[in-house]
């Protein structure tokens, strides 16, 4: 265990880290904060969860000058969410220090972000393509740049952001700290450590750290048109206190949303056609627990940082393992164990195979849920939601209703039907879910074929190749989406 009190911190950044209740470092923040405070480069290979914002904000806002009026520091993030979440963050983190700290992002007019970057930020988090933007309107200028983030490096591969990144980070000086997070290492991130970053040392969360050893996986074979059913069955029985359904598609996200709440369950939804405040509106209400249930498209619930998450619903299977892998991260946090079921249908046992042998964890087989089962799920809910009352509550101005009852009545049918009262029948009101096709077989890109022998995997990669020096060379590798910075940032969602 590591104290923030024995990392070197100095007065205000404690004050800081006090005020937001933390004492004791992860894993990824003990390794990562004393190699950043040398100023080393640092790869940080963690899982979402696992502190890596605090990991890279404690060490930027150390280094900041608060009397020095320019750019001092840029946080490049795949989505806005992620951009929001990462500068609230970085806010409390530097409150000490009264550090400001700006968020600039696609979907929020320009003309407001270019008001507020008068008022001469001191870091910048920001999506790659907006910041792309401002740079080329001269709005900012990052030639005092001490400190570069990458987080979430493959996720901005995966959505075509390459390009954007090293367009970024060729307008901001040599001389500068560069600290790259990802969950894996797919060779173009690879080739960013390599051609911007100075030596970097790799720190890497332990596979039996990683969220992924805390959570109970289980997977269901069916058809795709008993998909819903078994979910609602599910909902009945295992009782979430939140629960997170990840959809495939947009389409899929807002049939699900509307087909939950007719049967009886408070879901919303998000995914990018959202306006900024309705996903905003929607989170809120998730971690107030004003529903019950978030359903979501990968992208869209990509780096949100939510708590009490206990059960994660994969209706589609993902695309591709490392997805997953960041889907049921959204449960088990904090040391606390969660649940994740993924459904799949026939044609895509293969799929489940790939996602296995990443997580060097088999899913243990569920059978499908039935209708009396998901009764029971439901009468035990209630059963305990009464043992509870008792042992607990004040009952007393109940007393003389109960006696007179009991008058007319036997215990048990009073029992049975205070139970029927209370109890959430199964609702089986028809709902038609438009039918996804199912995902294609495909070869496994990092190790040329779809056997999956290689036990290793994509994280003995990770351990090598890092000590090359920064490079002049500022071409593009050609790894990118060739659309608009601004077109990808709004399809993302």
Known sequence: MTLFSELGLDRTSMKS???????????????????????????????????KTAAFGIPLMENIDINDENVQGIVIAPTRELAIQVSEELFKLGYGKRARVLAVYGGQDIDRQIRALKKKPHIIVGTPGRLLDHIKRKNIRLGNVHTVVLDEADEMLNMGFIEDIESILSTVPEERQTLLFSATMPDPIRKIA???????????????EMTVDRIEQYYIDLRENEKFDTLARLLDIQTPELAIVFGRTKRRVDELSSALNIRGYMAEGIHGDLSQAKRLSVLKKFKEGSIDVLVATDVAARGLDISGVTHVYN??????????????????????????ITFVTPRERGQLHAVEHTTKKRM??????????????????????????????????????????MQKYTAVDLVSAMLKALTKEP????????????????????????????????????RKDFGAKRSTNRKSNGHGNRSSSQRREKQSH
């Open 17 to 51: 880290i006090e005020k937001m209740g933390f004492e004791e470092a992860s894993p990824i923040q003990a390794q990562t904060i004393p190699l950043a405070l040398e100023g080393k480069d640092i790869i940080g290979q963690a899982q979402t969860g696992t502190g």
């Open 194 to 208: 390599e051609t911007f970053m100075q030596n970097p040392t790799l720190v890497r969360v332990k596979a039996k």
């Open 315 to 340: 209706f589609d299977i993902p695309q591709d393992p490392e997805s997953y892998v960041h889907r049921i991260g959204r449960t088990g946090r904090a040391g606390k164990h969660g649940v994740a």
């Open 364 to 405: 243990v087989k569920m059978k499908t849920p039935t209708l009396t089962e998901a009764l029971e799920g439901q009468q035990k809910a209630v059963t305990e939601k009464i043992q509870n009352i008792i042992e607990n509550e004040d009952l007393s101005l109940y007393l003389a209703q109960a006696e007179e009852l």
């Open 427 to 462: 609702d089986q009101t028809p709902v038609r879910l438009t039918d996804e096709a199912p995902l294609p077989m495909r070869r496994d890109r990092n190790r040329g074929g779809s056997n999956n022998r290689n036990r290793n995997g994509r994280s003995s990669s990770g």
